[in-house]
């Protein structure tokens, strides 16, 4: 049985997908998961539970061409990693712009496909 309780599920990433804290222009992580409405992030250092960033990162297509998103977030869980030092963080998508937002949707069909 899926127990997907997500509006959009999650897809896993295949290469590591590093995210910049828009403002500070500081790495703050990788991505483990992403959909439509959010990601899970993999920290480098920790997020503030209930606390909004801007956010960046890079998705590649199937033939390396690259497209940067730019979205707002909103910290909604975070959680200690097995590895010390690192931190699980699971951020909802609040604010993308159309163009990011279609680059995104066609970037997940390509994974699903």
Known sequence: MNDERRSAPRKPTAAPIEVVDSISGENIGRIGNLSRNGMMLICH?????????????????R???????ETGVHTMWTEQAAINGYQWSGLRIISISGTAAASLDKWLDGVAA
């Open 63 to 69: 033939r390396g061409a690259q497209t940067e998103i």
């Open 45 to 61: 250092r920790p997020l503030r539970d209930d606390a909004l960033y801007q956010v960046r990162f890079r998705l590649s297509d």
